[in-house]
C-alpha cells in the first residue's frame, strides 16, 4: 500500500508534467511581490516614486487655492473685520496717521524753510536789539528758543468711557484715574458743544504745561509736557504715540483673534495686562526727546 | 486684577446727587448748595465682601429737569446708573417712570439703581403714603445728610458691576 507521501510526490510530478507554465507564472508573481515589498519598506525608493505625485498635487492645489479656498477665505476675513471693525480701523489708523502726517509734515517743511530763510535775519537782529537793551545775551536767548519739551506724564484712556487704561508719569500727580475721567469729560463737551463731527480736541495749555491729546477710535493717549512744545515737538511726539499705538493695538487684535478659540468661548478675555501695558508706556516715553 | 468702572450719578436739580457721592466718597456732608457745573468725577475703591476690588469712577453730571438733554458725551460707555430723586419735593418724582424710561434709552441695558434722597426731611410714615400715592418704585431711601443707607447703593451698584465684568 502506497504511503500519503508517496502519493503527493506523485501528484507534484503530475502537475510538473501538466502545468509548467503555471508554477513559473507563480514564481514571477512571487519576485515582483518581493520586489514591490522592497520598494514600499525603503523610503528613500518610495519617495523618488511617490514624491513627484504628491508635488503635482500640491502644485495644482496651490494654484487652485484662489479659486477653491479664496472665496472662503474673503469670506470670512470680511465676517471678522465687520465684527471687529473698531480694532481693525484702530489698529490702521496709525499706519494711516503717520503716512498722512509725514506727507503734510513733509510740505510744511518746506513751507516753514521758506518762511524762516526770510524771517532768520530779521530774528537775529530782534535777538541782538534785546540782548544790547539788557535782557538776557544773545546766548541765553538762544537756549531758550532751543530748550526742548519734556514728557511728564502719559495716559492711555479708554475713549468712551474715560477709564484709565495704563500711565507713566515722571512728576506725582493728583489720582490719574480721576485725570482721565475730567479729561474724557472735557473733551466730550468740546466736541459735543461746537457740533464739530470728526473733529477732536488736540492740546489744552495752561501756563508752562500742555496736554497733548491723540484721539484714536477706541482710545485717545494724553501727554502732559512743559517746557516750550512747538511744532517740532509736537511732531515728534505724534510719531512716538503712533508707534505705541501701532504696538498696543497689534497686541489687543492678538488677543481678539485669542479669544475666539472654542475652548474660550464665551469668556473672551480683551484686557491686556496692565502692568504690560505700561512697560510699553516707559519704553516708548521714558527716554524720548521731543 | 481691579477693574475700574464708570459710574454716572443723574436726576433733576437739587436732589443731592453730589452730597451723596461727597458722603459715599469722603463721609462728609455740608447744607450748603453748590450747583455742579458739567460733570465732577471723584473716585473711590470699594472692597466687596468677596475680597475683590472695584474701582468706581463716578461721574455727577448736572442736574437737569429734562433728561432728554443730558449730553450723550457724558454717558458713553457708561457701566452703571444711579437716578436719584428727591422725596421733599414731588416734581422731582412725579414723571420718574418717564425719566427712567429716557434713561434706559439713552443708556440701554446697564444696571439702574434708583434712589430717593433726603429721607431725613419728611417723616416715615408719610414717607411711604407719599411714594405709594405716587406710585414710585424706587431701590434705595437715603439720607446723605446723617449718611443713612448711602454705603448700600453704592455697594450694590459696585457687586452689581463685579458680576457683570
Not at chain 2, 424710561?101 to 439703581?113: D, F, G, S, T, Y
Amino acid at each position: 500500500m502506497a504511503t500519503k507521501t508517496d502519493e503527493q510526490d506523485k501528484l507534484e510530478l503530475l502537475k510538473d508534467i501538466l502545468f509548467p507554465d503555471d508554477r513559473e507564472a507563480v514564481q514571477d508573481i512571487s519576485k515582483r511581490i518581493q520586489l514591490l515589498e522592497h520598494l514600499v519598506n525603503d523610503q528613500k525608493l518610495l519617495a523618488a516614486k511617490v514624491d513627484p505625485l504628491v508635488d503635482d498635487k500640491l502644485n495644482s492645489f496651490t494654484k487652485n487655492i484662489p479659486n477653491t479656498l479664496g472665496p472662503t477665505i474673503t469670506a470670512t476675513l470680511k465676517k471678522e473685520i465687520k465684527n471687529h471693525k473698531d480694532d481693525v480701523v484702530d489698529a490702521l489708523y496709525p499706519v494711516l496717521g503717520k503716512m498722512v502726517k509725514k506727507y503734510v509734515a513733509q510740505e510744511i517743511k518746506i513751507l516753514s524753510d521758506k518762511i524762516d530763510n526770510q524771517l532768520g535775519f530779521i530774528k537775529r537782529i530782534k535777538r541782538k536789539m534785546r540782548s544790547w537793551f539788557g535782557g538776557p545775551t544773545e546766548e541765553q536767548l538762544l537756549m531758550r528758543e532751543l530748550a526742548s519739551a519734556t514728557i511728564e506724564q502719559v495716559l492711555l484712556i479708554e475713549r468712551d468711557t474715560g477709564i484709565l487704561k495704563a500711565s507713566y508719569s515722571v512728576t506725582n500727580t493728583i489720582d490719574e484715574e480721576m485725570i482721565s475721567g475730567m479729561l474724557t469729560a472735557i473733551k466730550g463737551f468740546v466736541e459735543d458743544a461746537f457740533h464739530q463731527k470728526n473733529q477732536n480736541l488736540e492740546q489744552i495749555q495752561y501756563e508752562l504745561y500742555n496736554i497733548h491729546l491723540q484721539s484714536f477710535v477706541t482710545h485717545y493717549v494724553a501727554v502732559v509736557i512743559s517746557g516750550n512744545y512747538h511744532l517740532k515737538s509736537k511732531n515728534k511726539l505724534q510719531d512716538i504715540i503712533f508707534n505705541f499705538y501701532y504696538n498696543f493695538m497689534a497686541m489687543n487684535l492678538d488677543l481678539v483673534f485669542k479669544s475666539k478659540d472654542p475652548a474660550k468661548a464665551g469668556k473672551e478675555v480683551r484686557t491686556i495686562e496692565k502692568e504690560l501695558l505700561e512697560k510699553e508706556l516707559a519704553a516708548s516715553f521714558g527716554n524720548a526727546k521731543i | 486684577m481691579q477693574k475700574s468702572k464708570k459710574v454716572v450719578i443723574l436726576g433733576h436739580f437739587g436732589v443731592g446727587k453730589t452730597s451723596l457721592i461727597r458722603r459715599f466718597v469722603n463721609d462728609q456732608f455740608s447744607d450748603k448748595y453748590k450747583v455742579t457745573i458739567g460733570v465732577h468725577i471723584t473716585k473711590k475703591v470699594v472692597t466687596l465682601p468677596t475680597d475683590d476690588t472695584i474701582s468706581l469712577i463716578l461721574w455727577d453730571l448736572e442736574g437737569t429737569d429734562a433728561l432728554e438733554e443730558i449730553r450723550d458725551a457724558y454717558l458713553l460707555g457708561t457701566h452703571g446708573i444711579i437716578f436719584v430723586f428727591d422725596v421733599s419735593r414731588p416734581s422731582t418724582f412725579q414723571h420718574l417712570n418717564s425719566d427712567l424710561k429716557i434713561v434706559a434709552k439713552k443708556v440701554p441695558e446697564r444696571p439702574l439703581l434708583v434712589v430717593g434722597n433726603k429721607k431725613d426731611l419728611v417723616p416715615e410714615e408719610e414717607l411711604t403714603q407719599l411714594l405709594e400715592n405716587h406710585q414710585i418704585s424706587f431701590n434705595y431711601l437715603t439720607s446723605a445728610k446723617t449718611g443713612d443707607t448711602v454705603e448700600d447703593v453704592f455697594m450694590e451698584l459696585a457687586t452689581l458691576l463685579k458680576s457683570d465684568a
